[in-house]
């Protein structure tokens, strides 16, 4: 006979979603973007995916001793998404030592899933991008996968057409900015995401990026370009990793997009969304701690 009484302390809550179900959600919707991925960039996408995201379900499964590697589905998240922010054809060993490092240093070492501090997939990245960072910055154009250069670096920008549906050099999650949208909107649908961090996030980048860059259409290109779109939907909006409270998810979103525009305009990276995103991270708790809402009844001292 199935348990009738579930005994267990306050709050009582229940809710059909489960960590594994979320993570599901989550892992389709990255499937446009995986799709498109494959599309532009071919095989070499393909294996980086495969390669990384086996990586980090692996690492995880050894670490926990589970002989179901998928587990709660939160390491195959995390190596996808690790992979999205990757060049199409890194070596095959930077995407194992990238799914390994995301799983041991920037997840279990704080104790596991629920625990962490930081993203784990920009942590990967970050410690990639100081190692390796030739292979970490190695592009291919589309299609006949020649090496050129990413649109922020580049003296000729791409057509906002090119940025929309991903025909440009980039990260594998980068480039189509349609294919994030079409994932991020199973994600509204399904209540993981509200509009406070992607709106703070993006809102910030086009004012700066309009103010500092030489107008509106200067605006546009810095939300289109680079990793902003993929950082915005995807990797500021962890749940582990942001803001409980909306005031303090729409100040997350807005230092964000800050930080972002300030490394692309005066740092030495052309791209600035994982520091900004990793530097945010480390704040939450606090701006949790100063947007809690008032307890009903509460009065002033």
């Not at 446009?32 to 095989?43: C, L, N, Y």
């Given at each position: 006979?199935?348990?009738?009484?579930?005994?267990?302390?306050?709050?009582?809550?229940?809710?059909p979603?489960t960590i594994?179900?979320?993570m599901v959600?989550?892992?389709?919707?990255?499937?446009p973007?995986?799709i498109?991925?494959v599309?532009?960039f071919?095989t070499?996408?393909?294996l980086?995916?495969v390669i990384t995201?086996?990586?980090a379900?692996?690492?995880?499964?050894l670490?926990l001793?589970n002989k179901?590697?998928?587990?709660?589905?939160s390491a195959a998240?995390?190596?996808l998404l690790l992979?999205?922010t990757?060049?199409p054809a890194?070596?095959?060993?930077l995407?194992?030592?990238?799914g390994?490092v995301a799983?041991?240093?920037?997840?279990?070492?704080?104790g596991?899933?629920?625990?962490?501090i930081?993203?784990?997939a920009?942590?990967?990245?970050?410690?990639l991008?100081?190692s390796?960072?030739?292979?970490?910055?190695?592009?291919l154009?589309?299609?006949?996968?020649?090496?050129?250069?990413?649109?922020?670096?580049?003296s000729t920008?791409?057509?906002f057409?090119q940025?929309f549906?991903?025909?440009?050099a980039?990260?594998l999650?980068?480039t189509?900015v349609?294919?994030l949208l079409?994932?991020?909107?199973w994600?509204?649908?399904?209540?993981?995401?509200n509009w406070r961090i992607p709106g703070?996030?993006l809102?910030?980048v086009?004012?700066?990026?309009a103010?500092l860059?030489g107008?509106?259409?200067?605006?546009?290109?810095?939300v289109?370009?680079g990793?902003?779109?993929l950082?915005?939907?995807?990797m500021?909006t962890d749940?582990?990793?942001s803001?409980v409270?909306?005031?303090?998810q729409?100040?997350?979103?807005?230092?964000?997009?800050?930080?972002t525009?300030?490394v692309r305009?005066?740092g030495?990276?052309?791209e600035?969304?994982?520091?900004a995103i990793?530097?945010?991270?480390?704040?939450?708790?606090?701006?949790?701690n100063l947007t809690?809402?008032?307890?009903?009844?509460e009065?002033t001292k």
């Amino acid at each position: 006979m199935d348990k009738q009484l579930v005994v267990s302390p306050a709050p009582h809550l229940k809710s059909p979603e489960t960590i594994k179900s979320v993570m599901v959600d989550v892992l389709a919707a990255l499937v446009p973007a995986a799709i498109a991925a494959v599309i532009f960039f071919g095989t070499p996408a393909l294996l980086t995916m495969v390669i990384t995201t086996l990586s980090a379900m692996l690492t995880e499964a050894l670490i926990l001793r589970n002989k179901n590697i998928f587990g709660d589905g939160s390491a195959a998240v995390t190596g996808l998404l690790l992979a999205m922010t990757l060049p199409p054809a890194p070596p095959w060993w930077l995407c194992v030592v990238g799914g390994a490092v995301a799983i041991i240093i920037g997840k279990q070492v704080f104790g596991g899933i629920g625990n962490n501090i930081f993203n784990p997939a920009l942590v990967a990245r970050a410690i990639l991008m100081v190692s390796w960072a030739g292979h970490m910055t190695t592009w291919l154009a589309p299609v006949d996968l020649t090496a050129t250069a990413t649109p922020l670096v580049t003296s000729t920008a791409p057509g906002f057409l090119q940025l929309f549906t991903g025909t440009t050099a980039g990260c594998l999650g980068e480039t189509s900015v349609f294919a994030l949208l079409l994932g991020a909107a199973w994600l509204f649908y399904k209540g993981h995401i509200n509009w406070r961090i992607p709106g703070g996030y993006l809102g910030v980048v086009f004012l700066m990026g309009a103010a500092l860059g030489g107008g509106l259409s200067a605006g546009l290109f810095h939300v289109l370009a680079g990793g902003v779109m993929l950082g915005a939907l995807f990797m500021a909006t962890d749940m582990v990793t942001s803001p409980v409270t909306p005031k303090g998810q729409l100040i997350f979103g807005m230092g964000c997009g800050l930080i972002t525009m300030l490394v692309r305009f005066y740092g030495n990276y052309p791209e600035g969304v994982t520091f900004a995103i990793l530097l945010m991270n480390a704040v939450t708790p606090l701006l949790d701690n100063l947007t809690l809402p008032r307890v009903y009844g509460e009065v002033t001292k």
